[in-house]
């Protein structure tokens, strides 16, 4: 297997409500693709929201049961241990974008603050509770310059 | 904030054994880091696995109450509601991949089969339960041309 994540499907209630959610933080008109493909006795339901992200990842949002019939497995209602983590330019930016997360219907689970490793980084969730860091490294970024 | 997953952190129960897991998938050596930031009354612990794969995307591997404390917010103990996805060329390829997620130490979920919408299949879990879902698209990989 080459390193890589092609595809990250967020299992949630409501697909057009995260649809709507990731659209009002600009991340374009995205689709709900595969709802000709009904659920069945054998099969759980195709429907799926997909935003393409930059470098072509896909972010799928997928109803949460038929996840758990599509991987066969039983998973917990969530939020689940996991963070997906977004890079910004400074601290302003990453208070800026838990702001817009809120505005758009997600919830501040951790406002913006230095952490002891040297980022300042805050964590909102999605309308699912699905966590995101929103994180400024001076470290790596154009602060490490100035 | 542009549309961009920059990091994707699994909460886990053991850094090392993660790091094993994905080493054995053959996803380089990774390292530990920020071991130095012990945890403390007023902040998690700081060590964290980390593997860069393609794109520059961070795989990361957080001790799951440390993350919970780092965000602020409960989590479930798993495995939550998501999956990752993996693209490879051909149906073959998947099962490759699934049986080398095994290999490794990880948990068969759903054998490789073909799904209504026309992919070809199948899930494995990390040793903390983590989903990835292993995915030949004839529609979109070269078995398209053939």
Do not use: C
């Not at 972010?59 to 209602?77: H, I, K, N, V």
């Not at 997906?84 to 505005?103: F, I, K, N, P, T």
């Not at 689970?109 to 969730?125: L, M, N, V």
Request: proline share 7%; glycine share 16%; charged share 20%.
């Amino acid at each position: 297997m080459q390193p890589r994540v092609h595809v990250v499907t967020l299992g949630v209630a409501d697909i057009e409500r995260s649809l709507d959610f990731y659209r009002g933080l600009g991340w374009g008109p995205g689709a709900v693709v595969g709802t000709e493909f009904e659920a069945t006795a054998e099969s759980p339901g195709g429907a799926a929201g997909q935003l393409v992200l930059e470098d072509g990842l896909l972010l799928m949002f997928y109803g949460r049961q038929d996840l758990e019939r599509d991987a066969g497995t039983a998973l917990s209602p969530g939020p689940g241990p996991f963070s997906l983590g977004h890079l910004v330019e400074s601290r302003a930016a990453v208070d800026e974008a838990l702001q817009a997360a809120v505005d758009a219907g997600g919830t501040l689970a951790d406002a913006g603050h230095e952490r002891p490793w040297g980022i300042y980084s805050g964590y909102f969730q999605d309308p699912d509770g699905h966590l995101w860091e929103v994180i400024s490294n001076p470290a790596s970024g154009p602060e490490a310059e100035g």
